[in-house]
């Protein structure tokens, strides 16, 4: 397979770091870091495409849809990690949000040979999940021509989903396929072709605004508070308590009965002091208003 990387903007060589070998560690990184600060720059330029996407996925999980993501190495990494860490932080059942990688799991540690030149394997990976148009996928790759993504992507289309994109390079094959193409352009590495780096952090800053900003706009978020946050761990039982006691300003003690009553459910704790409610009262009036906090307060 003959990869022309000449029109590559992530491929391309930084003149500000082709000296880097020659410099003390405290410059070297300095150079790091003045690139590093043009990333956030660069996913502003695109929050148009990502708030098109996050209200897309939001309808999409409204209707009990899914959101896939699928990449290979860095890229699919970046979406595995996004997706696992939906269910303790808004609730979410692990299968609402899923990450692929090419080359399955052993991929998630140790790359895959050839895998991600694989196009059929991205379409097989996506049936083998069943699915379907109700369903969101994002493809993300840096490139913006991996085969394994771009396998998925058809297949997508193909069963009348909505197909995005997350990659840094313009005009890729990516984003002619995508129906929404996200396209921060970080420029070339301080180490070229380590997409890792520039390309890898502007990538996860627009994953955590996908899942963040869908999760918001599906009322798993109060204020600026992680309502549906699972107490799995000592940590996070305090937490609950912390949000119930910020949302409400009620007392320790008053946060302790209430999570009781209802289980250890944040939302209905919140619900039960702010409207003194029973637990099942409150877990009734959040069902009927879509688990949204504000509107079952105002109903």
Same mark, same amino acid.
Request: glycine share 14%; hydrophobic share 40%.
């Given at each position: 397979m003959k990869i022309d990387l000449s029109n590559m903007v992530t491929e391309s060589r930084n003149a500000a770091s082709q000296q880097i070998d020659t410099l003390s560690t405290i410059e070297m990184l300095k150079v790091i870091n003045e690139e590093d600060k043009k990333v956030a720059l660069a996913v502003e330029q695109v929050l148009p495409q990502i708030a098109l996407a996050v209200d897309v996925i939001a309808a999409a999980f409204q209707k009990g849809g899914r959101l896939i993501y699928s990449g290979a190495g860095t890229s699919g990494r970046l979406g595995i990690l996004d997706a696992s860490e939906c269910p303790p932080t808004y609730g979410t059942k692990p299968e609402q949000v899923i990450g692929l990688i090419a080359g399955g799991h052993p991929a998630i540690f140790k790359a895959v040979e050839n895998a991600e030149d694989n196009r059929e394997l991205g379409a097989d990976d996506l049936e083998a999940l *069943?699915?379907?148009? *109700?369903? +969101?996928? +994002? $493809?993300? &790759? &840096?490139? $913006?021509?991996?085969?394994? +993504?771009?396998?998925a992507m058809e297949y997508a289309k193909s069963v009348g989903a909505t197909v995005g994109c997350i990659s840094c390079n313009p005009q890729s094959a990516m984003t002619e396929l995508a129906d929404i193409s996200i396209t921060p352009i970080v420029g070339p590495e301080v180490v070229t072709g380590s997409s890792r780096m520039k390309a890898g952090t502007a990538q996860k800053l627009v994953l955590n605004m996908l899942t963040s900003g869908a999760m918001i706009r599906i009322g798993k978020v109060y204020g600026n508070l992680m309502v549906d946050v699972e107490a799995t761990n000592a940590k996070l039982v305090e937490r609950q308590k912390k949000i119930v006691m910020e949302a409400t300003e009620c007392s320790r003690e008053e946060a302790e009965t209430a999570l009781v009553a209802c289980n250890g459910h944040c939302k209905t704790a919140i619900v039960m002091i702010l409207a003194q409610l029973s637990a099942d009262e409150a877990k009734s009036l959040l069902a009927n208003n879509n688990g949204f906090i504000r509107k079952a307060i105002e109903s």
């Open positions: *069943n699915f379907n148009h *109700n369903d +969101v996928l +994002v $493809g993300i &790759a &840096a490139s $913006g021509r991996t085969p394994y +993504v771009l396998g």
